[in-house]
């Protein structure tokens, strides 16, 4: 089972900036990524909906011969994952929007907070940052347009900074010194952002805690593969297979499926 391949999935492409922390941090693991294009974005659909999906591409996965899964997803994570952990019998790691640590390091008591419909209006959600950001200024915006840009292959267009630079308004106003991307598809935007927030905002996001949780959980399992053969990174998507290798920047195949 420990050669078995770590499945991941996202609505789209964003998930693959997860895949390239996890690949980084655990590079002799196999991995299966779907990117479920064709229905993104996840954000606008509800929660029975987003369940219905997750559920869709869990199956896959674990068809796939999946030992763990990462929902590469805070939209899919805040609505279904709980339901996906009740429901199959494999170790599930989630995405959260970073709203701790930007609540604890805050120097100027005030946060922005960038995120889907579907991620900031969930249950999940309003309890992490009751839990943790009550005592500060929590100024969230939903990033309307964004993710269908960034599936159009369209991360680098004039729309996008007009978009950006009309919901980090209310957020420099407020003096916020962290930006938290509360979505995967975000952290390609990283450039631009800095290009449109003044200097002392650092902008974080939840990659590199997801990447470091799916080591320890693999571990506690006894699922981590110790094989030093060259890992199999395979990608899916049901969109465009050339937004992801534009994404992934290196020589990755990416394959058409449809599901
Ligand atoms: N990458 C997804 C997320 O993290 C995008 C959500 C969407 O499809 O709306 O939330």
Known sequence: MSSNPIGIFDSGVGGTSIWKEIHQLLPHEHTIYLSDSVNAPYGPKGKETITALSIKNTELLLKKGCKLIVVACNTATTNAINYLRQHYNVPFIGIEPAIKPA?????????????????????LFSKTSGEFAQHINVIEREGKGIVELIERGKLHSE?????LTVYLEPMIKANIDYLVLGCTHYPYLTPILSELLPNHVRIIDSGAAVARQTQAILNENSLLNTSLIPAK???YTNGDPEVIRSLLGGD???????F
Do not use: P, Q, R, W
Not at 104 to 116: D, E, Q, R, S, W
């Open 103 to 123: 609540a604890l390091h805050t120097k100027t008591n005030a946060v922005g907070i960038l995120a889907t419909k579907g991620t900031l209006s969930s249950a």
């Open 159 to 163: 729309t996008m900074k007009s978009l």
């Open 233 to 235: 990174n395979e990608f």
């Open 252 to 258: 990755f195949d990416v394959e058409y499926l449809n």
